[in-house]
């Protein structure tokens, strides 16, 4: 399985989580890659057979390279994984010896205010995860990084400040993905077996342009069949300023009749639907610190 590396980034406690709620008896092995876009690029090539990435954060909404290499790629969605997060400053020397703060964008998002607050002066610097600032920030006392508790401990850093994100409750969604291949259908994967009512299903739709009423009508879809659906958002298509892609989410499994029913009329008025997958929805009574 590939993950977001090295050893201690959130992307290895989500994928651990995963794996332990797994009815197999196969042991699993992580590899780990510098960034997303190589985590996804080692699970297209099938260098690893699944991986894990993060794909939404509650602070700081979508992670947009991942939305972007579904897009690009033939990947199917075949789990999810909400994983509390506890951003910690962490480093070797003293709060006032740091000069220069490091994290994955998304960390130094979640921790806005806190750095304007406490080191408003300070060099911040991107690091391709938060585990690998945790590495970085062992070499020289005057860098901190913000990381996990579980990367100090990895890393032997020193946690100066626990809980430092803008907001106490921040959660990231991590999806579990797999290379798609001719033949293969885009349907649930998962050595459990819960209940379809338990599913989720995940897709991304490009509108017919200059077509007024387009999106009221997808969602029409939806909404006259009691579709729940739990997350839409628009991405540029980056073919011109104003174009946009749709990701959605809704309740249900691609093999509910309702559903079926809803794509079929969806496809013939849109320009593109591509379909990522339908996965076990993640049961909010097991996120655990």
């Not at 960390?107 to 406490?118: E, M, N, V």
């Not at 379809?196 to 077509?211: A, C, E, G, P």
Request: charged content about 25%; hydrophobic content about 40%; aromatic content about 6%.
């Amino acid at each position: 399985m590939g993950v977001l590396g090295p050893k201690g980034s959130y992307s290895e406690k989500a994928a651990k989580q995963w794996i332990s709620e797994q009815d197999t008896k196969n042991e699993v092995s992580l590899e780990y890659y510098d960034d997303i876009p190589d985590t996804i690029s080692a699970i297209v090539d099938r260098t690893v057979d699944i991986g894990v990435v993060p794909i939404e954060n509650s602070i700081e909404g979508s992670v947009g390279i991942t939305l972007d290499m579904l897009l690009e790629n033939d990947l199917n969605i075949i789990g999810e994984i909400v994983v509390p997060i506890e951003h910690c400053l962490l480093s070797k020397g003293a709060i006032s010896d740091i000069r220069v703060i490091l994290s994955h964008p998304q960390a130094l998002a979640q921790c806005r205010q806190f750095i304007k607050t406490h080191f408003g002066n300070a060099e911040i610097r991107t690091t391709g995860s938060t585990s690998h600032a945790a590495k970085l920030a062992n070499e020289f006392e005057e860098m901190a990084a913000i990381a996990s508790r579980e990367s100090a401990q990895m890393y032997g850093l020193d946690i100066l400040i626990p809980n430092i994100q803008d907001r106490k409750e921040n959660h990231t969604r991590f999806i579990v993905i797999e290379a798609h291949y001719e033949g293969m259908e885009k349907t649930a994967v998962a050595t459990t077996s819960p209940q379809k009512d338990n599913f989720k299903t995940s897709i991304i739709v490009y509108l017919k342009k200059d077509r007024p009423g387009a999106l009221y009508e997808l969602i029409g879809e939806f909404a006259k069949r009691e579709i729940n659906m739990t997350r839409i958002e628009s991405r540029p298509s980056k073919r011109e300023l104003g174009d946009y892609i749709f990701y959605i989410d809704f309740a249900g499994h691609i093999d509910d009749a309702n559903i079926k029913d809803a794509l079929d009329n969806i496809t013939s008025n849109v320009g593109m639907l591509k379909m990522l997958g339908s996965y076990p929805i993640c049961n909010s009574n097991i996120i655990r610190q």
